[in-house]
């Protein structure tokens, strides 16, 4: 069996994450990696034995000895090298959200249409067994026709004062359920109010409350609040609702699966996205990658997340945006 | 002591249940009973064993042996007798919402401050322990400045076919939630944005979804979907969340707190609003009428409860159905 | 309406809760008071202005104008003033343990059966609204026959370094779990098997766990640790599943009804067994002794829990004691 | 990279999960399949595209293609195909229970001990990621000394009227708990306790309770009931909590993380264990095999559960059972 070899595009802590993850998928090589920043490149070819290691991506794309690229740089940054590793042929993992305007989602989708590498965008709770398994329940018909939904994706504020001078928790975490809901439905998004609240005076506000339509006549509502109490006991507090005329599904993730209570407090940690369990990085990340490493190996397009799934979602999230900075209804 | 003798103007399923907490109640007396149903009248008399029954309820007012009144005609039939009530002497325990317009509420609100009796409309929920203990702690300021609130309030289908021609989601349950929020922080909505969705084709629409801007800045989601699926296991699915600067409060009433499962199926009942057991009928609903019960006894002021914080929520309400209707925000 | 003139005899952390609960329930005057230890007579005195205040108790019980008593002595104090009151015809309302003894629980229930007055113990866990509905969900045989129980009832260590001097939690708390499964199977305990844990190295060990047989074939477990460590969350983790033939019932109370996070951390706070609401103590303890004035004012003696009931569940939760300290399984 | 070849012997409903997880794990081929029924055989050879079949393990395992077994045999029959591939050279996984006697533990763990292959015995539980984390958590050292266990794995009546023919809940399944709590406090069970419960006239009795003690001094209790009622709204009732002196760890897994309410009724279906999503099997049983793949191909003895761990917990709950046929306390 070849091993697809991968590099990683874009070091900070979620391309280093991406980089655990890869490392322990057996059939992936991590074999290159690149960022701007030469002493943390430096610092994780050592951590992870990697010896190629660049600063400018178009020289990595030129290595022809690279069959995929993961692309984990910031979100108004997906566009160059996506565009450029498609060019070269490779095969393409980008994270979410796709990129931070929909014309740039309309460029990558039109070059993923004519590439000879698979693009697939990191929609990762996608790879959730919970969410897989209410896609499944819903595609079969099981609850009728979806009527109402809602979710929550509450962080704590801890972790967000630096992402919040990137980006905001509407297009940042809302676009995950946005995302599962236009899964769940097969609908578009037709329009979007949301509200926002400013509690630390960062570039994005910390609370974004969205409501959305969608074109089967179901509504939604998305609730993303990124500046969660510093006593918060969950890493996520993660929810979601999809009522039909016939069933509902109920998922409520990561907190109280487990409750961990020691010295420092009672809190819940992730044991679904990338959990490091006995040494090596787990969870929905890690499958992600491997569905992704399996359509490289066997090429196949990956069909579980398309480019224009993707596109849309940050299409309705930039609409809620728009629609919390108006104070109107933003129609799509 | 001396027991209050009160009685009931309305009787249909919930003025059934007010009597039977009435009777559960040893400071009330159950003197009297008023519809216009002549056989509704006469079955609830001997149910209770109460021979002063009346079809006009302006003859029941006239009656000076009567010392309260509880109020629990259709919504939008409350004003005239509760005006009526309020002109006789009568201390007016009135069922929520408090009227049909704002303008009525201002007329009740108006005979309430200078009446001889005591006015307290229905918001059960204040008497709900987990609401009041919230209410404690955010008003304590235990949870630092609130930004960012959202509550469920679903109920089975098979209960809602009739009373879906009479009030719809979020005037009906919403206004619950609307006033537990404008209780826990102290301020206005000042915007109402809502959407509803419509299943069975009744007079108002299955499913509610509102969103509110609160005059401190907070923001806030209420979910009421009144067509919760045939084999819906639960009474009431009722959540609230309330965040603030320093802390949180959550709260997850009748599931999973009780889970039932016979031969028919998995359940969870109520046992936080009116649940009969051993015989009697308790919880909230008993206890909020025990409080009216001693206001008046004591000759007390309600004050969990004042008739202009009942306006205060219909007004919100009556905006999110408004917004609902034209597809804009509705501005307070 | 007669007020009943009850006098509390006991006046530690939990007579005092008593006091607060008697004084929300207008049918109760709380007439005397009554310790051995004279400054927190004087104490209590002031704050409940009560005046007829009593080092002795045999003196109280010779005043007529005492209705009734709430005997909340130690645990293996009660059968004397429990003995003299039933004695002087009051009515007794004695919190449990019934005695220290089953000889001693003998004796009270004989008395009981020829006095004037009524007796009742308080199995206060009969009165949460979870309990009792469970109660009449398995009498009415809707779960079928009763295979398998299981109880959890852990609380903080910070409450426990008293107590435990005094009484250990398989007596102290797994008998409110004996005492339900009694109530829950109309079954006899026929054999206990136990086993302790001692932490802390006070009187009685920290941690208890349980196994009963009873004489209907029914198996169950009941778990108690006394010594739950500092951050944990809740003041009771309070669960219990009754396990059926045809269904089953399943409690969680508590914990995660409520959560409250602030500044100081997350917890769960008790709403169900006496929390104080909006400066009023409510709750099961609340309801419990406002049955009990049921009972008293019109003289009807209590059926919801009765002497011998509470004598059987020392009986168990005795033999359950002994087994612990002899490793060996105890036969009732 | 060499894929690993591998074989399933044992071709029940489990032996065809390990089939549909094997298939799913790009570093495995399978390359042979083992059962006694012609039929069986022949059908499942069709549905994996596998050619070689075999009757008899023996021919099987003197094929030099084969690298691995996978024994999926009943528990009584794993002793004699797991010594021969031992003995035959080839990598081992074996299901638990490890063999139906510690004697037959015995054996095999003196032939793993000299063996060129490598044994693993399938103790799926380790391979849960909230168990996982659990133990990282204990192991550091952050809940303090372990007090007090408990744990529940209750499934429906519906699945078990085959399987109680052929082992009880004890040895079938309270032997995860027990296992668990080994690799948790890293003791020896040195006395267990167990009754049980029989309603069904099977084999073995429908319901076990099992109290063990540690030699470190901590209690367990572990409840097995296989006869959830018919309307049991969840696959398995899965809970654990581990409780130390400075703190604890709770988990509940599989309910209520999802919960799906069809016109069939509400059910929380596994996501955990071997859920198949997108068509192919996932969860712990995937994860577990491609841990045991790894060790194949790079030669690595597996650490994360060894022969002796799976010994010690079949003892420990042949000692349970004992007890419970004895009525007396089983001592180790």
Request: hydrophobic share 40%; glycine share 8%; proline share 5%.
């Amino acid at each position: 069996m070849e091993k697809t070899r991968i590099a990683v595009i874009g070091l900070g802590w979620f391309g280093e994450i991406h980089c655990d993850a890869i490392a322990a998928i057996p059939s992936f090589e991590l074999a290159a990696l690149c960022t701007r920043t030469a002493t943390r490149l430096e610092e994780l070819g050592k951590k992870y034995g990697v010896s190629q290691l660049y600063t400018d991506y178009h020289e990595l794309l030129a290595n022809p000895d690279i069959d995929a690229v993961s692309v984990v740089t910031m979100w108004d940054q997906h566009t160059a090298p996506t565009l450029a590793a498609l060019d070269a042929g490779k095969h393409v993992f980008l994270e979410k959200p796709m990129a931070h305007t929909v014309a740039d989602c309309r460029l990558i989708c039109d070059a993923a249409a004519t590439a000879k590498g698979h693009l697939m965008v990191g929609h990762i709770r996608r790879f959730n067994p919970r969410y897989a398994m209410a896609r499944q329940e819903i595609a079969a018909g099981n609850i009728g026709k979806v009527l109402s939904m809602s979710s929550r994706r509450n962080i704590p504020a801890a972790w967000t004062p630096e992402i919040l001078n990137k980006i905001g928790p509407i297009v940042g975490d809302a676009i995950h359920d946005t995302d599962l809901m236009l899964w769940f439905t097969g609908a578009r998004v037709i329009s979007a109010y949301a509200q926002t609240v400013d509690l630390r005076g960062l570039k994005y506000p910390d609370v974004g409350h969205t409501m959305y339509r969608f074109d089967n006549g179901a509504t939604a509502t998305l609730e993303t609040v990124w500046c969660m109490p510093e006593k918060t006991p969950f890493d996520i507090d993660e929810r979601m609702s999809v009522i039909g005329s016939e069933g509902f599904v109920h998922i409520q993730d990561t907190f109280p699966n487990i409750g961990i209570c020691t010295k420092d407090g009672f809190r819940s940690p992730d044991t679904t996205y990338w959990p490091t369990l006995n040494g090596v990085t787990t969870g929905a990340l890690r499958d992600e990658l491997s569905y992704f490493a399996d359509c490289c190996r066997t090429g196949t397009p990956p069909t579980i997340i398309t480019p224009e799934e993707a596109m849309a979602a940050l299409e309705a999230a930039l609409a809620a945006e728009e629609s919390a900075a108006t104070g109107q209804v933003a129609h799509l």
